[in-house]
């Protein structure tokens, strides 16, 4: 790391910054965020060039105020994420976006999708990054097809997948219809794997060596009543990261899974008694909040983790390693 970072470069300055001044420096923050924190005050600027863009902090010693930007890697960049609307997907596009991404995002739920899409675009989206919306099921290999095209159509790259969108359907092992069986397949399966190849496909083409994250769960590794199709479909997502790993490894495609424990999202909190309940029999205390798996996310898109592939991370304050079950109902 510290091989990366010319020596010499890094400095301190006490600069009265006007706001001109401030975009030039940071073209990847939107004027809105320059001009609240710019103003009269003198900051304190340490620059530190990296190889992949710049790391930035800024201080006003004044009144103790400590603003840190960081002018990412993953700026310019395109990521496509499926199931984003709400949850998990979303905050992971968030956070992407708030770091300069270009973002394909897609959600069965079209009004839903244009509404994220819309809050992306005004809220979030920095650096010139831009959010499009992709709706359909992302079982389907035409929506698949359909995210690619809007990626290299409009960024010419990709370079980032979250294959998140997931359906969990509760169900008696004995009793269990071929129906719920098809659609556990039809999404979690076959929309993660054909997104996977597909991808790879369009990286390899344009010679990108990109990140690839499946959506596993706790339940692909433990045993839990009722979930026995969709645990064997998250238990498949973690072979399906490792096997692809090897086959991607050559062209520099990382392919890793994520493990969420129960997850705070707008879907968990319909049960009012979920927030208490898994506090009392996590191992933090503290319930897993989307923030947790999006933070988990952005370290396994980085380009920094390219050694670390085939792997699934499990994000559940410790659950998976005592798991008592929720009270019953
Ligand atoms: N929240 C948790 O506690 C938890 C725990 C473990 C794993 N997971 C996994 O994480 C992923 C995201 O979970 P979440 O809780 O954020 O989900 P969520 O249910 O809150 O949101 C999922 C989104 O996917 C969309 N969706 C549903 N079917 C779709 C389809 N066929 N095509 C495209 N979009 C579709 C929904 O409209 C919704 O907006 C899933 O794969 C889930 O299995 C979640």
């Known amino acids: ?31 809105e965020k320059i001009l ?6 003198d900051f304190k600027i340490n620059f530190c060039w990296k190889q992949v863009g710049y790391l930035s902090k800024i201080s006003y010693f004044g009144r103790g105020l400590s603003i840190h930007l960081i002018m990412s890697e993953f700026q310019g960049k395109c990521a496509i994420l499926t199931g984003a609307g709400q949850g998990i997907g979303k905050e992971i596009a968030r956070q992407l976006a708030l770091q300069g991404a270009h973002l394909i995002l897609n959600d069965l739920d079209a009004d839903l999708l244009e509404t994220t899409v819309e809050e992306m675009n005004e809220r979030h989206v920095s650096g010139g990054g831009r959010c499009i919306g992709v709706p359909g099921d992302a079982g389907d290999l035409t929506v698949i097809d359909e995210m690619i095209h809007q990626a290299t159509l409009h960024f010419n790259r990709l370079d980032m997948v979250v294959a998140n969108a997931g359906i969990t359907t509760f169900g008696d092992f004995l009793e269990y219809e071929a129906d719920d069986f098809e659609k556990l397949m039809h999404l979690n399966l076959q929309g993660s794997f054909f997104l996977c190849q597909k991808s790879a496909r369009a990286m390899i083409h344009r010679g990108i060596k990109g990140r690839i994250i499946l959506m596993s769960s706790v ?13 064997m479909t998250k238990a498949a997502l973690q ?3 490792k096997l692809t790993a090897v086959e991607l490894a050559s062209y520099g495609i990382t392919v890793n899974a994520i493990s969420p424990g129960a997850t705070i999202t707008e879907r968990t909190l319909e049960d009012p008694d979920y927030i208490p309940e898994w506090e009392r029999i996590t191992p933090t205390g503290v319930v897993t909040r989307v923030e947790d798996i999006a933070h988990t996310a952005l370290f396994l898109l980085s ?9 699934t991370l499990i994000v559940d304050g410790g659950w998976t390693s005592t798991s008592p079950q929720p009270k019953e109902k």
């Open 1 to 31: 790391m510290p091989g990366n970072i010319p020596t010499g470069i890094e400095k301190n300055r006490s600069i009265g910054f006007t706001n001109r001044l401030l975009s030039k420096a940071f073209p990847h923050i939107t004027t």
């Open 36 to 41: 609240k924190f710019s103003g009269d005050f």
């Open 219 to 231: 339940t692909g590794h433990q045993a839990h009543e009722g979930l026995t199709a969709y645990g």
């Open 239 to 241: 072979a399906l990261a």
């Open 303 to 311: 380009e920094k983790t390219g050694q670390l592939t085939g792997q």
